[in-house]
Each structure stands twice: as structure tokens, then as C-alpha cells.
């Protein structure tokens, strides 16, 4: 593969069964995002790279063009859009954060974007990831309730052994919004 080491946002490897892409990588190297997914797929995750790429005023841009000017029938896309821009922004933010702050900002996402059915896509698509986010223990009551709270977050952190319990919804948190923002991007 020629991304190897290397970790640039062009770089793709295609096999007999399978592409992989390398979509997001932090300005520190400190996280490279690889997917994984069939031949059919490699022309969604291109179209996803492409988007998360692109600079928040493009993304915004193309947002308020979904909004104004599009045919009725993608004016629904307005929030798939808007969704893509913010996990772009967050993902890109998350390096060096401590674990709550990471949780509590990707559990914000899940709530306003995933957990409130505002995306275009079948909650029914996302129903195994969406139960395993919200099942985790450790979870704040806050978000059960869809509005989470960074008190709750600060306080679970200052727990005896929580690291682990908030390590493993950042990682739960991300799986659900990378699965759902394939879905958009693919309708994008």
C-alpha cells in the first residue's frame, strides 16, 4: 500500500476484495483514519475524503446551496451536510484533549445529529452501533436524557478506573458517527 508511514488523505490501496483510504489525518500525525469497505464503496469513500477535505467555508458553501438553491428533493440534505462539516471539525480538534472532553464532544454530536433521527438515513442502519453507544456503563445520566452535561463528564473522570470506561465511548462514539457519516456522504 502507498500510504504506508506516508498518511496523506490521497492515498488509497485497492485490492482483490477490497479499497482502503486513508480519509482524515490530524495536522500532528497524531491519528491517521483508515477505511475499509468493498470495491462498491470506494467511489463513498472518496466522495467522503473529498468532503471531509474540504475547508468549513466549502462545506458551509455547500450547505446553504443545499438550502437555497438545490431541487427540493436535496434540500434534505442540508443536515447530512452540516453533520459531515461538524464531525470534520471536531475530529480535526480532538487531538490532544483529554478523554472526557473527547466524550463529551462526540456524545454531543450523537445526541444533536444520530440520536434525534435529523440525518437522512435509517435509524434502523445504525440501530446496532446507536445501542452499543448508549448501553456502555459508565454512561452519564445526561445523555440518556439527550442533553449531555460536561459537569457529569468532568466528575466521571475524577472517578477511580474511569480512563478505561471513557476511553471505550470515545471509541464507541466515533465508530457510530464514522459509520453514520458514510451513509451521509454517500447521499451527499
Known amino acids: 500500500p502507498g500510504f504506508m508511514g506516508v498518511g496523506n488523505t490521497n492515498s488509497q490501496a485497492i485490492g482483490s476484495a477490497s479499497v482502503a483510504s486513508v480519509l482524515n ?30 475547508d468549513s467555508w466549502q462545506q458551509l458553501e455547500f450547505a446553504q446551496w443545499c438550502k437555497d438553491k438545490a431541487p427540493s428533493e436535496h434540500r434534505r440534505l442540508v443536515s447530512d451536510a452540516m453533520f459531515l462539516s461538524e464531525l470534520s471539525a471536531v ?71 474511569a480512563a478505561e470506561e471513557i476511553g471505550k465511548r470515545v ?4 465508530l457510530l458517527l464514522m459509520a453514520a457519516a458514510l451513509r451521509c456522504a454517500y447521499a451527499v
Not at 116 to 122: E, G, K, S
Open 25 to 54: 489525518v490530524y495536522e500532528d500525525r497524531s491519528q491517521v483514519h483508515i477505511y475499509f469497505g468493498t470495491h462498491g464503496q470506494q467511489e463513498m469513500l472518496e466522495l467522503l475524503r473529498d468532503f471531509l477535505n474540504s
Open 171 to 174: 471509541e464507541a462514539a466515533r
Open 91 to 161: 475530529e480535526n480538534g480532538l487531538p490532544g484533549t483529554c478523554l472526557e472532553d473527547q466524550a463529551y464532544t462526540l456524545d454531543l454530536l450523537v445526541t444533536a445529529f444520530i440520536s434525534t433521527a435529523i440525518l437522512n438515513i435509517p435509524q434502523e442502519d445504525l440501530a446496532a452501533s446507536l445501542n452499543n453507544w448508549s448501553a456502555l456503563r459508565g454512561t452519564p445520566p445526561s445523555v440518556q436524557a439527550k442533553l449531555p452535561s460536561y459537569e457529569e463528564y468532568k466528575s466521571w473522570a475524577a472517578s477511580t478506573g
